[in-house]
Antibody, heavy 119, light 106 residues
Framework: QVQLVQSGSELRKPGASVKVSCKAS????????MSWVRQAPGQGLEWIGW????????TFAQGFTGRFVFSVDTSVATAYLQISSLKTEDTAVYYC????????????WGQGTLVTVSS | SYELTQPPSVSVSPGQTASISCSGD??????TFWYQQRPGQSPLLVMY???KRPSGIPERFSGSNSGNSATLTISGTQPMDAADYYC?????????FGGGTSLTVL
């Protein structure tokens, strides 16, 4: 069965960096796109962007260019989200989610990773 | 930029029909997707491409999309359906989420 297992919670100070991982299993990793979505405490879902796992090409939503980086390691079927120069407003649960790139269906989600940015 | 608007909350009595709306400019020309999120859990896809139910989603969930509005309908609502529901579409290759609707079943 398809599974996306994310790394554990992180606590960082403002200005630091964090890298969240998302390990995929149960399907051919390179045949789907991986989206990243965040949810601030008590707030709604916000799309950060996605990465074409096959080509490594990223696409970012407005407001998420510069400090956010997507990467993949196909040898271990894992996608990564790195955020640099963290701000307190980056505190959120970050989700990876599989997207079928032809039908654009986001069908499986990771369990989420809480990133807390606090001094 | 494209926006989707949802009512913040909807209330329904058990066994009744709940309708959650999602509005956007000419939304009927795009596919709409719906996610259910229970407290402390990840979102779960409950409807895709306007009116298609993923495997495992109960038949009481249905969807439609016409004009500027898409609707998720839950017939015979059960207490377990209480959750936040988000609509989503794609615009120029980017995903757009609605603000979410909290469904209360009481």
């Amino acid at each position: 069965q398809v599974q996306l297992v994310q790394s554990g919670s992180e606590l960082r100070k403002p200005g630091a960096s964090v890298k969240v991982s998302c390990k995929a299993s149960g399907y051919t990793f390179t045949s789907h796109v991986m989206s990243w979505v965040r949810q601030a405490p008590g707030q709604g879902l916000e799309w950060i962007g996605w990465i074409n796992v096959n080509t490594g090409t990223p696409t970012f939503a407005q407001g998420f260019t510069g400090r956010f980086v997507f990467s993949v390691d196909t040898s271990v079927a894992t996608a990564y989200l790195q955020i640099s120069s963290l701000k307190t407003e980056d505190t959120a649960v970050y989700y990876c989610a599989r997207v079928t790139d032809t039908a654009m269906i986001t069908d499986y989600w990771g369990q989420g990773t809480l990133v807390t940015v606090s001094s | 930029s494209y926006e989707l608007t949802q009512p913040p909350s909807v209330s329904v009595s058990p066994g009744q029909t709940a309708s959650i709306s999602c509005s956007g400019d000419k939304l009927e020309k795009k596919y709409t997707f719906w996610y259910q999120q229970r407290p402390g859990q990840s979102p779960l896809l409950v409807m895709y491409q306007d009116d298609k139910r993923p495997s495992g989603i109960p038949e009481r969930f249905s969807g439609s999309n016409s004009g500027n509005s898409a609707t998720l309908t839950i017939s015979g609502t059960q207490p377990m359906d209480a959750a936040d529901y988000y609509c989503q579409t794609w615009d120029s290759g980017t995903a757009i989420f609605g603000g979410g609707t909290s469904l209360t079943v009481l």
